[in-house]
């Protein structure tokens, strides 16, 4: 199975629970391709797809959390690109639920896609803002 996402130190938040859940992420969402790319039966599909939705909700969640708390300015921007992807990804498991439409590679390059914009991009953002949070302490 190739892995479509390697973690590696580029990820970083310095954030241990935050870079942790990114981890489980990678893996849920290698654990679904692996499934696609060996042609899993859509009930093994349904369930890898639901894993990850699941996860990165609690995930989600656990990002806001510590955001407020720390008093990151740009909460309600990260919040918003969250709720975009949870939208999309609610609508691809029911929609998939429902059969209208199959799973295929497709669907996990764009989870992929996502996540790295998203891990590089808005999160990698936050890693810098509490690290000198932590530095200022």
Not at 23 to 35: D, P, R, V, W
Not at 94 to 120: A, I, K, Y
Request: aromatic content about 6%.
């Amino acid at each position: 199975m190739s892995a479509l996402i390697e973690w590696n130190s580029v990820f970083y938040t310095e954030h241990q629970v935050i870079d942790q859940q990114h981890q489980q992420m990678i893996g849920l969402l290698n654990a679904l391709h692996g499934c696609l790319e060996n042609t899993g039966n859509s009930r093994d599909l349904s369930e890898q797809l639901e894993a990850l939705c699941n996860f990165t909700m609690e995930h989600f969640a656990t990002e806001e959390q510590v955001m407020a708390k720390m008093g990151y300015p740009h909460l309600e921007r990260h919040k918003a690109q969250h709720e975009l992807l949870a939208a999309k990804a609610r609508e691809l498991n029911q929609s998939s639920l429902n059969g209208q439409q199959p799973l295929c590679c497709d669907v996990t390059e764009q989870l992929r896609e996502w996540m790295l914009d998203h891990f590089l991009g808005e999160d990698r953002e936050l890693g810098l803002f509490l690290q000198q949070k932590s530095r200022s302490s």
